[in-house]
């Protein structure tokens, strides 16, 4: 696989991951590879997206028993079973619908559960643009170290079939103020690959406890 942002950041998400079970749902979960992560954890993971060639393809490469559930659907018409989900996670995903979906997925968390995006935004200060500069010569050293392991490595699965994706529109700004009053205490900052991260902690009355 060619360096991907994503991926990049799947250690630091699943680091507010729960341990020892629960059930989880992953949003925009493309072909699968943050949910199967999920569920190697032991989490009892659904897995969303309305794309029918990504859930054939996340099907297709997860045939275990114990994998995630893939749900063809677009989750801001879907209804959510109201404080059940111990970990749900939005990967590049949360920008290709409205912002305030945030909120059923806040709804949908167990108390004491956490909510996690990696998001997209769009690029409209100089400090966005200073950020980008700095990411672009890491990122052609990254490309370039993955794709050299990449080829020696035998075999890699095969290609995966690329998600759909779409470009942001929403500043960080605006993110960090809609976040404020959505998910109130929740942690937003910023991250090197064009990218931020998102952590509210339902603390059981609609406040995050921590990030
Ligand atoms: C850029 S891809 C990211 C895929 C995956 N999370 C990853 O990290 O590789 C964005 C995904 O969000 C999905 N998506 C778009 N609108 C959605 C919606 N309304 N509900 C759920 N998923 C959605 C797209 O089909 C796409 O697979």
């Known amino acids: 696989m060619p360096f991907d942002h994503n991926d990049h950041y799947h250690r630091l998400l699943l680091r507010h991951a729960p341990r020892g079970g629960g059930a989880a749902l992953d949003v925009g979960c493309g072909t699968g590879r943050f949910a199967r992560r999920l569920a190697g954890l032991g989490l009892d993971v659904d897995a969303v997206d309305p794309s029918a060639r990504v859930i054939a393809e996340a099907r297709a490469r997860s045939a275990a028993a114990g994998g995630p559930r893939f749900v063809q659907g677009d989750i801001t018409g879907m209804e959510l079973p109201r404080g059940h989900y111990a970990f749900i996670s939005c ?121």
Request: charged share 20%; with cysteine; proline share 6%.
């Open 91 to 211: 990967l590049a995903s949360l920008h290709h619908m409205p912002f305030a979906t945030v909120a059923a997925l806040r709804d949908a968390l167990a108390p004491g559960g956490t909510l996690v995006v990696l998001g997209c935004y769009a690029e409209r200060t100089a400090a966005d643009r200073a950020w980008s500069l700095a990411a672009v010569p890491v990122n052609a050293v990254a490309r370039l170290a993955v794709g050299t392991a990449d080829r020696c490595r035998a075999g890699n699965g095969g290609r995966m079939t690329r998600p759909p994706v779409r470009q942001p529109d929403m500043a960080l700004a605006d993110i960090r103020r809609e976040a404020a009053v959505l998910l109130p205490g929740a942690g937003v900052r910023r991250l090197l690959f064009w990218r931020y991260l998102l952590v509210f902690r339902n603390s059981g009355c609609g406040r995050s406890i921590m990030h």
